[in-house]
Structures are given as C-alpha cells and as structure tokens.
C-alpha cells in the first residue's frame, strides 16, 4: 500500500457524533482522485460544509475511507464575477506554451479572471514564458500600476505591481527599464520597455490551480487553432539549429516558421481525412459483407427445406419399393409351395408376377422421377449450379481449361457439307461466370418451357426433336444431370468482341439490339462448333474472347430457309404462340446450303457461363 502524502482540496460532508469528519476531495492530485472520501480525525475540530486543505495517505484502518488526514488547514475559496467555460477555468483548462521572442500571437486574448476587466490583445503579447505573458507595452486596457515601488534582485531593477483596475487583483510585475536576462547572462534586448509580466494562474499546494488570467475567444476550437499556429521556443531553437546563418529573429524568419508548420499541419490533416475515409469504407464493407452473408445463409435454409421434403418423398418411395419386394418374396414363397402340390395354375402365377415386375418397374421410374424432379425444383427456385460459389463476379477454372480445348479442337471443321476451317485452338484462360440476377431470369425462362412442353405432353399435340444428341458436347464437358435434355438445354459456343462480351456477362443476351439482317431473324445466334463461332471473335490483339454458354432451345422451329423478323414462327395448331427457338440444320437449311449447324434463341433462353480466352493458330 502507498504510504505516499498528497496534498489536495476537499470539503467536509459529514461530522459523526464522536467527532471523526468524512471529507470529500475536490480535485486529483497523484494517487487521489477528485470526489474520493478522506478520514479527518477529531483533533483538527471541523465544521460541517467548512473547505479544507488537507494532505492524506492511504488509510490503513478497517472500514475507514480510502485516504487519511495527516494536515489539515483551512483555506477560503476564491470567487469570480464572471461565467467561465470548462477550456477557460479548472484543471482541464487550455494553457499556453513558451513562445519566441516577437512572435505572432494571433488569435489569443486574456482577460483577468475575477472580473473580466483587464483585457490584453494580441499584438500586445511579446512572449509567453513559464506561464506568465510578457507584453510589449504599458498600455494595457483595464490594469493601472501601484505606486509602491521595489527591488527585484534577481531581475537587478525596480518593479511595481500591476492591479486590475476592476477588482484590484494583482495580475503581475510592471518594468520600466531593461532587466537582467537569467538566459542571456546580461540585459534584456529585442523587448520595448516599459513593459508587464503578467502571470496566467498559480500552483499553490493542497489547491487547484487558481487563475489570475483566462483564455478568451469565439470558441474552444478557434482558440486551440490559434494556439496551434503559435511558435513555441523549441520550435525556433530547432529552426535556428538547422537555420545558423539565420542570425536572430526577425519577421522572415517567423513567417518561414510558420509556413512550415502550417504545411506540416496540413499534411496531417489530410492524413487525418484519409484515415477517416479508408476506415468508413471498411465500415461500409463489413456491412456489406454481412449482408451478404445473411442472404446467402437465407438461400441456403430455403435450399434445405426444398432438399428435405424431397428427401422425404423419396424414403416414402423406397419403403413403398421395399414393401413390394417383400410382396414379391411372398409370392414367389406361394409359387413354391403351389409347384410342390403341382397345381397346374402356371398361367396366373405368370400373370402375377408379370404384374409386380410392372409396378417395381412404375416405382422405380418414379423413383429416378422424383430425383429429377428434384433437381429441377432447385433450378425453377433459382438455386445455382452446385460448383458455383454463390457469390457475384468471375472466377478462373483450370477444369474446364483442358475439357473445352479438346471439345474446341475436335468440333472445328466437323460439317458434313464439308467445312474448309480446321483450326488449331489454344484456350489461356477460362473464367466462370456467376451472376444470380442473369441466372433467375434463365432459370424463370426455363420454367415457362417447362410448363408449355408438360402442356403439349397432357394435350398429346406432340413433343420438339431432341436437340441434345445433335452437337454431342453434353456427354463430353459436363455430367448428365447438369443439363436438362427434356427441355433441349445444352452448351453451345457463341462469338463476340470483347467489349461486348462485357456488356453481355452484366446485362445477359439481348435479342432487342440484335439486326434484323440475320439469316434466321433477330435472335441471338450460337453453334456447336467453335470454328463457326471464331469467325465472329473481334479483337487487336493475338488472343480473343469467345462465350462457353447453356442455351434451352425448348420447342424449336426447324428452318428450311431463311427467315425474317423478331419472334420465331407460331406452333402448329397454336398461331399465337411461337416457337422457342430456331435450329438450322447444316446440310438441310437454306436449301442445301447451310454449312454449319446454327442455334438461335429468343426470351433470355441463354445464360453466359464461362468466358473462354484463346489464341487460334494457323487451319490444320
């Protein structure tokens, strides 16, 4: 425990019957802080509410207070006529720092703190040292000086106080020749006389700090400016350290000074500003960040459920296929027991057992049915592919580098009509696309073919030619339950510019800007082969850009000839419903003529997954 003695000011609360007083501290002072409880023992005699200076130690009886008089005087409270702010008056008050001699001192203004009478200006102030402001003149509003004249001698001249005319407060010493410099060594120069060394407040031990002089201005804020613009001591000693040749101080030199500060004050405050920025933006990326999280998390639990309830129908149809199989065991017991009575009913127990092949056959179709449907479910709701990541924005894949090089390479020059183009591609890069607001909307477009072709199904009107087996890529880059082939959906290549390949990843396909001077109208073209799609790869450089795309041809319209206009022709027996999608057939369209097969689709039934980066060298 410190046993280390703190003088502070406190004020007696409590007077207890056997004459033990509990005080109360009015400021800090090292250990003690201000509002801590002190013990004052009955010999000091004191009076309820009386102000004390009192020096304490820790306490070290049982149950006292924390802190114990050892000294105890009483002392009056100064008093002040005016209203000051916290900055101006108290311990947490603002001060001035040692300033050079003749210096700026704009900006700072006191005023006598018992009255506010006395007023000294700016231009007055000839430096500030160890708390007390030297002026540069006698002439100081509100002060008149004592007639009592004597001697200083560590200054070696005569002095008079100055008073506050108002109050007759004394503010400090007035000198009316030059006096001797402890600094220097000799007598004071570069200083008008006469001259008043006022001081600004006082330490007096066991009290807060009492003011003779306060801080005036507009605002807290303005004055702490006007104090940082000042040029402190150590300020000009550095200067004059660095600047020998400087000679003295003259007002170039302070305005060199303060040029050089204020830049430094700048430099501070503009990385002040960038700090506040940078930390703002990692505010508003954290945020972010957590939303999307949240959303993700909420995708995710409505995927679960979905996954669930399938799940369930599923245990429902394996334990109605196990309930079968169990009937068959039966069955095939009873055509046992039947042949050792060799009962001559062969034919019904054909029958019977032809029957139940039939019904494991109908649950297991509708086992694979339920599984199908399930992944279907997923792709209606929107639920991305399940090696996406989720997240918005494009993604490098070494995968499906090699996949669709081979696919590029093998498909080039495969024409039945004989295509001349036998390319040689290297793909360099191959970047996933994943972006959820373009895959709702195919999603949503698939689900409107969906729902049609189940409509031509119920109505037997007829069901379009599977397209799948026509480009023979599904079997060769993706699995077989990632593409939908009841809905004719499969990968397909379609060529661009790069800067349109920028606009279509953010924007998707958009058959409205598309020219109505195509061979099939104004849709959105694609091939199954890469060699047909290089043709239309725009670019300056060596290495072109080309979109790796699903594309859902639906109910589709196979062409003869050309055609023209923005929607594809209506369905058979439906004039007001068109077909999805457009198949022109290489060999068998245009008459003939037509060289490659062409894909062309309407209704964002396209969605760019990959962007395939590629150098195409010289034909093979």
């Known amino acids: 425990m410190s046993r280390d003695c703190f003088l502070v000011r406190a004020v007696v609360k409590t007077v207890k019957h056997n004459g033990w007083c509990l005080a109360q501290a009015e400021n800090s002072k090292g250990d003690v802080e201000a509002s801590s409880w002190i013990d004052v023992h009955p010999k000091y005699e004191c009076q309820k509410g009386a102000c004390i200076s009192v020096g304490v130690i820790s306490n070290s009886r049982p149950g006292g207070a924390k802190w114990f008089a050892v000294s105890v005087k009483e002392y009056i409270p100064r008093t002040t006529q005016c209203r000051w702010e916290a900055w101006q008056d108290g311990d947490t008050a603002l001060t001035l720092p040692d300033t050079a001699n003749g210096s700026s001192h704009a900006g700072i203004q006191l005023q006598c703190w018992k009255c506010g009478t006395a007023a000294i200006k700016s231009d007055q102030i000839h430096r500030v040292k160890n708390n007390a402001v030297w002026t540069n003149t006698s002439r100081i509003i509100g002060t008149r000086i004592r007639d009592e004249v004597s001697y200083n001698k560590f200054k070696r001249t005569k002095v008079q106080s100055v008073m506050c005319s108002g109050c ?8 009316k020749e030059p006096y001797y410099d402890s600094d220097t060594q000799r007598l004071k120069e570069g200083q008008d006389f006469p001259c008043f060394k006022l001081t600004m407040f006082k330490n ?19 004055v702490q400016q006007s104090i940082a613009k000042l040029i402190t001591t150590q300020e000009w000693e550095d200067f004059m350290a660095a600047n020998p ?5 003259n007002s170039a030199a302070f305005e060199l000074i303060a040029s050089l500060k204020a830049e430094h004050q700048e430099k501070q405050a503009e990385i002040q500003r960038k700090r506040t920025a940078v930390e703002r933006d990692e505010r508003q990326l954290r945020m972010d ?9 909420e995708r995710q639990r409505r995927v679960a459920h979905r996954e669930a309830v399938a799940t369930a129908e599923l245990e429902r149809t394996r334990a109605a296929l196990e309930k079968v199989t169990l009937q068959q065991a039966n069955i095939t017991r009873k055509e046992q027991a039947l042949r050792r009575d060799q009962v001559t009913s062969v034919q019904i127990r054909e029958q019977e057992a032809q029957a ?3 019904k494991h056959d109908e649950l297991h179709a509708a086992h694979l049915h339920l599984q199908t449907q399930k992944r279907q479910l997923q792709q209606s709701l929107g639920a991305p592919p399940p090696y996406w990541r989720g997240i918005d924005g494009k993604y490098e894949t070494k995968f499906m580098q090699g996949k669709i090089e081979a696919s590029m390479n093998a498909s080039s020059g495969q024409s039945s009509t004989g295509c001349a183009c036998r390319h040689t591609f290297k793909v360099t890069k191959v970047e996933r696309i994943e972006n959820m607001r373009l895959w709702r909307n195919y999603c949503s477009a698939q689900n409107d073919v969906r729902d049609r072709l189940a409509k031509a199904n119920e109505t037997g009107s007829g069901l379009p030619e599977n397209l799948c087996a026509t480009g023979g890529l599904r079997a060769a880059l993706e699995p ?5 082939e009841d809905i004719n959906e499969f990968y397909m290549f379609h060529g661009t510019s790069e800067d349109t390949m920028k606009i279509i990843i953010e924007g998707g396909f958009d058959e ?8 099939y109208g104004a849709g959105t073209y694609f091939a199954d082969q890469a060699c047909k799609s290089a043709q239309y790869c725009k670019g300056s450089g060596q290495t072109k850009c080309m979109l790796y795309s ?11 000839g050309g055609f023209k206009g923005r929607r594809p022709p209506p369905i058979p027996g439906a004039a007001a419903i068109p077909h999805d999608s457009i198949f022109a057939r290489g060999a068998v369209a245009r008459h003939g003529e037509q060289i490659h097969n062409e894909y062309i689709v309407f209704r964002q039934l396209a969605y760019p997954e990959f962007v395939i980066w590629f150098t195409c060298g010289e034909c093979r």
């Open 480 to 484: 077989a339950r990632i593409l939908d």
């Open 512 to 519: 409205r800007v598309a020219s109505d001077g195509g061979l």
């Open 289 to 297: 960040r957590r939303k999307l999280e949240q959303e993700d998390a």
């Open 550 to 560: 699903r594309v859902t041809m639906g109910w589709a319209y196979a062409a003869t």
């Open 245 to 249: 040749l400087q000679g003295r101080m």
């Open 168 to 175: 007759n407060a004394i503010l400090g010493t007035c000198y």
């Open 356 to 358: 139940l092949r039939k």
């Open 204 to 222: 007096q031990p066991g009290n807060a700090t009492e003011f003779n002089l306060v801080l005036v201005g507009s605002s807290m804020a303005s």
